[in-house]
């Protein structure tokens, strides 16, 4: 599944993803830190993880080494800093990965990161970036993204997505800088969706010999019951409960009402410690631990 955000605006909203990612999440709670992606970061020289500093520099829209505006709103109250893609992974793959050993685990992630990294780049190769009189000239761009995976729903549940902050600014051949055109990342949702899970069927099957079952161009993990993702499903259940009350249907109005329904994430529960309750939940629906003995890794 894939969603895209309203525009994020304000420093809280960046703060958001920099302030739950963690070195030692595993043991002491919060969630990975981000990694850098995108041509545009690659041109600035920006790799690995994600710092504060580089990241909150750029939400604003300043060059993190010199401090130069980037674009003519750099700074400015009420700036449209960037979009959040979450690519979530289907609710059999996170209830799989929960109750992983560590090594299946981590194959996991890698996975779909892999797949995540695939659908964006797919993404990018439409990214606009407007100039001129009235934002007349369209002109290819390159992206700075952001990617922070999280492994828990707000009910402290298996939910294993990435957020994708594309921020908003576009690098163009020539050097220069300037917002997106967001229009044509909308036009790719469906199909950077697909990719996304495509990626993840195949590496999944392929690389760790896991079983899936297809449904047009959706998948599920055959090993993990209906029960068990229902069971792991409070979420769901909160935002369609939402939308029945208010007489509301659609992709849209269930992205407001997750907005609506959603709770803080003020409790940073240790990874190890979910991992252990998820795993004797997941017994009582007939999945044990799971461990892939020897991942074909081609890469």
């Known amino acids: 599944m894939l969603s895209i955000s309203k525009p994020l605006i304000g420093d809280a909203a960046g703060l958001y993803y920099i302030e739950l990612g963690r070195e030692d999440y595993y043991l002491e709670g919060g969630e990975p830190p981000g990694n850098w992606v995108g041509g545009g970061a690659s041109t600035l020289g920006l790799r690995g993880k994600v710092s504060k500093e580089e990241f909150m520099a750029l939400f604003r829209g300043f060059n993190p080494e010199t401090g130069e505006a980037l674009n003519k709103n750099s700074g400015q109250e009420g700036r449209r800093a960037g979009w959040d893609l979450t690519f979530s992974a289907p609710k059999s793959v996170s209830a799989l990965w929960a109750v992983s050993d560590e090594e299946t685990r981590k194959s996991i992630q890698e996975l779909h990161q892999r797949a995540v990294e695939t659908a964006l780049s797919y993404v990018e190769e439409g990214a606009i970036s407007r100039r001129g009189k009235g934002g007349a000239e369209r002109e290819p761009c390159k992206l700075i993204i952001s990617t922070f995976e999280h492994g828990t729903s707000r009910a402290q549940e298996p939910n294993l997505h990435t957020h994708s902050v594309i921020l908003n600014i576009g690098l163009r051949d020539d050097g220069t800088t300037g917002t997106l055109e967001t229009g044509d990342i ?49 979420r769901r259940k909160e935002i369609e409960e939402s939308l029945s009350e208010k007489g509301l249907e659609g992709s849209k109005a269930a992205a407001i009402a997750a907005l609506d329904t ?37 890469y």
């Open 186 to 234: 909308f036009k790719r949702k469906m199909a950077a969706g697909a990719i996304f899970r495509a990626e993840l069927a195949a590496g999944l099957e392929n690389e760790l010999g896991i079983k899936v079952k297809r449904e047009r161009d959706f998948f599920e993990v055959e090993e993990v019951s209906k029960e068990l993702c229902s069971h792991w499903s409070t």
């Open 262 to 298: 959603r709770e803080s994430k003020d409790e940073l529960t240790p990874r190890a410690e979910l991992q252990e309750k998820w795993k004797g939940e997941a017994k009582e629906y007939g999945l044990s631990l799971i461990h892939i003995s020897e991942p074909t890794r081609p």
